[in-house]
């Protein structure tokens, strides 16, 4: 079996972005779980590295009474506690890995009086979406999904479809200004060696050019022309600040970095009644 051998930029398309990250987050939904589990919580909504908390940002309005569909949820933190707060909600996700780790965390949560919500979890492509028209008030996804596709403007388009009038696509990812800087959470990060406007995917490949893992860059502009192309409205774009005493790095993401840069870009989308 090849094995990743190589980080490069080059084109991606659609069906081999998907195909490599399905596979990808099988392999790691586990490992990613034990990582990073603490952080996000089994039953917390964490929008980004921040550790921007849905409870305080209230992006996605009063969960109580709302029906919510999660794309990339992951291990379903967010869905749970929204569940928790009176929403109904279903989780989804591409990897069947995650699914399955998704669904261990409800079953590992238990049943006595100090129990979480356990959320319904279905495998499916953020860019096929395996619901009817106008089935739900809210769609979302916390770092899902859209960095993770070579269309995003499908994702945008399908969220659009299943949302009700009066409905809003929110959805968190790495801010566009971050692929100028180098991944790095030290003081190397802090200097730009790429151009902004540079799309070229990152891919990681096994020593046969297969690719195993991609990320997708897109500018500002660019996302604000897929949601308008979606019918969407935007009503907000947040820029978490890094808070004070939050020393706790992510990857690129840092103390140092996110007090100079934004990290994270939360697009807040509103479709028309």
């Not at 079996?1 to 490069?8: F, K, L, N, Y």
């Not at 967010?78 to 780790?101: F, Q």
């Not at 619901?131 to 999904?145: C, K, M, N, P």
Request: with cysteine.
């Amino acid at each position: 079996m090849s094995t990743p051998t190589e980080a490069t930029r080059r084109p991606a398309p659609p069906d081999e972005t998907a195909a490599a990250n399905r596979t990808w987050w099988d392999g790691e939904a586990a490992s990613y779980y034990v990582e990073h589990g603490s952080f996000l919580g089994d039953t917390d909504f964490v929008w980004g590295p921040e550790r921007l908390r849905e409870e305080d940002a209230r992006l996605l309005g009063d969960p109580a009474g709302q029906v919510v569909l999660e794309i990339g949820a992951g291990s379903g933190q967010c869905s749970r506690w929204l569940a928790a707060h009176g929403a109904t909600v279903v989780a989804t996700d591409l990897s069947a890995g995650m699914v399955a780790t998704g669904m261990a965390v409800n079953a590992a949560l238990g049943d006595g009086p100090d129990a979480a919500t356990p959320v319904p979890f279905a495998q499916c492509d953020g860019r096929a979406l395996p619901f009817a028209d106008a089935s739900f008030d809210t769609v979302f996804t916390a770092y899902g999904v859209v960095p993770f596709v070579a269309d995003s403007d499908v994702v945008m388009a399908e969220a659009a479809r299943v949302l009700r009038p009066g409905g809003h696509f929110v959805f968190s990812t790495t801010h566009p200004v971050r692929w100028a800087f180098p991944d790095d959470p030290g003081p190397a990060g802090l200097t730009a060696r790429h151009s902004y406007f540079d799309r070229t995917p990152y891919v990681e490949q096994d020593d046969e050019g297969h690719a195993t893992y991609v990320e997708h860059h897109r500018t500002v502009g660019d996302r604000v022309r897929e949601i308008t192309a979606a019918g969407l409205v935007l009503v907000d774009l947040v820029e978490p600040e890094w808070p004070e005493g939050h020393d706790e790095p992510w990857g690129g993401w840092s103390p140092l970095r996110g007090r100079v840069i934004p990290g994270t870009a939360i697009f807040v989308c509103h479709k028309p009644a």
